[in-house]
């Protein structure tokens, strides 16, 4: 497809499980974004790569969180020992540029749940 | 601490009139903003954006307006249509020094009534 693709779509993991979200960026993207939407919020920013190297992980809330995109293309988040925190939408994004004015194009997202 | 706030979490308007839909930001090193438009169970698309050299930026039926000295901006959609209900989500980022992370508002549920 021409768009940011993210899979599962819906996750649900007990607690203490690991997770791996996936993202496949538009063919061609630099940058690629992962933000994590909780209900009733707005996108929280997670971490940034330009191809292959991440420039700015700021966001993860902790070091169950981590985040690859070896080949400077698809991307994995993958989250440890999950935690009922965690339940959260969590968006892909990527963007043709490397520049800060780049307009960021989302995936669907990927539904977490951990009970 | 919330650096973009969007206080009015839903609004409703009738199709054919205006919608304003309001976003304020504590950060003064924000620099350019955009408006994104949320379906259900799709991700956010990009709809308008403003740089902080300007004070109106206007595609089509949608104009958004910034006044720097409050640290307010607002998007307008003229005439609303049925079509534009969504979640409106503010975003800001720094264009230098800011990581290239856009930092977003917790968005207004927009609802156009026929």
């Known amino acids: 497809g021409a768009g940011v693709s993210q899979s599962p779509r819906y996750k649900v993991a007990k607690r203490g499980q690991d997770v791996a979200l996936r993202c496949d960026p538009i063919s061609g993207h630099v940058s690629l974004f992962w933000y994590q939407q909780a209900l009733g919020q707005g996108p929280e920013f997670l971490t940034y790569f330009q191809n292959e190297a991440q420039l700015d992980k700021s966001g993860l809330p902790s070091d169950r969180f981590f985040a690859e995109r070896p080949e400077g293309s698809v991307s994995t988040l993958k989250i440890q020992r999950t935690q009922q925190e965690d339940s959260a939408v969590y968006l892909c994004a990527s963007s043709p540029t490397s520049g800060v004015g780049g307009e960021l194009f989302f995936g669907e997202g990927s539904r977490l749940t951990v009970l | ?114």
């Open chain 2, 1 to 114: 601490d919330q650096q973009v706030k969007q206080n009015s979490p839903s609004l409703s308007v009738q199709e054919g009139r205006i919608s304003i839909l309001n976003c304020d930001y504590t950060n003064s090193m924000f620099d350019y903003f955009l408006w994104y438009k949320k379906y259900p169970a799709e991700g956010p698309t990009f709809l308008i954006s403003i740089s902080s050299i300007k004070d109106k930026n206007e595609d089509g039926r949608f104009t958004v307006f910034l006044n720097k000295s409050a640290k307010h901006l607002s998007l307008h959609i003229v005439p609303s249509q049925p079509g534009d209900s969504a979640v409106y989500f503010c975003a800001a980022k720094e264009l230098t020094g800011g990581g290239n992370k856009l930092t977003f508002g917790t968005g207004t549920q927009l609802k156009v009534e026929l």
